[in-house]
């Protein structure tokens, strides 16, 4: 009696497994960031305050982002600053943890006011840069338009 379920269970053969894979699987990657990890630009106090701005615009706007590595699998919001005399060129990149890059953003600030940046300089830079990586951040969609619905003509009845 017991070995009659044994003997049809092994003729069944193997069980499908449709969600095992080899590497990343694509088809149930999020399309939009799990999380985030700010870098600074460099190792200066100022870039780590504004890395730390950054973080709390995006956790503002319900994106899950930190300046250390917490989320296996995060994005990568990345940069670098070049400075000369009369400017500061900023150049970030929003990458997946693979390294495709999915969008960037550059600023220009006078020399100056870069390095003599203030608290509020610094949250302007960040709302900046956060504003111009949103659509990526979100999967890179379209925001959402109105659509018109079809035309209804309503006729009396008759007969």
Excluded: Y
Excluded at 65 to 89: L, P, Q
Excluded at 118 to 125: A, D, N, S
Excluded at 137 to 154: K, Q
Aim: hydrophobic share 50%; net charge neutral.
């Amino acid at each position: 009696m017991i070995g009659l379920p044994v003997l049809l269970l092994a003729a069944c053969g193997d069980i499908p497994q449709p969600f095992r894979h080899e590497g990343a699987n694509l088809a149930v990657a999020p399309v939009a960031a799990r999380g985030v990890v700010v870098r600074p630009l460099d190792p200066t106090p100022r870039s780590s305050q504004l890395a730390d701005a950054i973080v709390r615009r995006l956790l503002a706007a319900e994106i899950p982002a930190s300046t250390r590595e917490v989320v296996a699998g995060a994005w990568v919001i990345s940069g670098a600053v070049e400075t000369d005399d009369a400017a500061a060129a900023l150049r970030w990149t929003l990458s997946r943890s693979g390294g495709e890059v999915l969008g960037g953003v550059e600023q220009k600030i006078p020399a100056g006011a870069w390095s003599r940046a203030t608290p509020k300089t610094i949250e302007r830079i960040a709302a900046e840069v956060v504003d111009k990586l949103m659509d990526s951040l979100h999967g890179g969609a379209a925001p959402a338009t109105e659509v018109a619905g079809p035309a209804i003509r309503l006729l009396p009845l008759t007969g």
